[in-house]
């Protein structure tokens, strides 16, 4: 069993930043894909970011130049940091583990982030 725990999300105002955590618990494979996605009211879930277990990165459009994903040394926490963050930047934030070989699709409960004035 495998579980995800975020936290880091509140409020900030527009151009401010927010780093958001997620560390994964349980049997991790050593092949992996740990990613965060953001849903807000009346859209559909959407990808962020997300890091290899091998430090490959992909960002979505919207937050490249702005958002930086990273790994700790230990393998099973994976952080977000967000920058210049706008309006547009508000949502629900979740943590999702692709794991490998020892396979599983895992979601964390989200946190939420609010930009605003």
């Known amino acids: 069993q495998v579980q995800l725990v975020e936290s880091g999300g509140g409020l900030v105002q527009p151009g401010g930043s927010l780093r958001l955590s997620c560390v994964a618990s349980?049997?991790?494979?050593?092949?992996?894909?740990l990613g965060w996605y953001r849903q807000a009211p009346g859209k559909q879930r959407e990808l962020v970011a997300d890091?290899?277990?091998?430090?490959?990165?992909n960002y979505a459009d919207s937050v490249k130049g702005r958002f930086t994903i990273s790994r700790a040394n230990a393998r099973n926490t994976v952080f977000l940091q967000m920058n210049s963050l706008k309006p547009d930047d508000t949502a629900v934030y979740y943590c999702?583990?692709?794991?490998?070989?020892?396979?599983?699709?895992?979601w964390g409960q989200g946190t939420q982030v609010t930009v605003s004035s």
């Open positions: 999702r583990l692709r794991n490998g070989p020892l396979g599983g699709d895992y």
């Open positions: 890091i290899t277990s091998g430090d490959k990165t």
């Open positions: 349980g049997r991790i494979s050593n092949i992996y894909v």
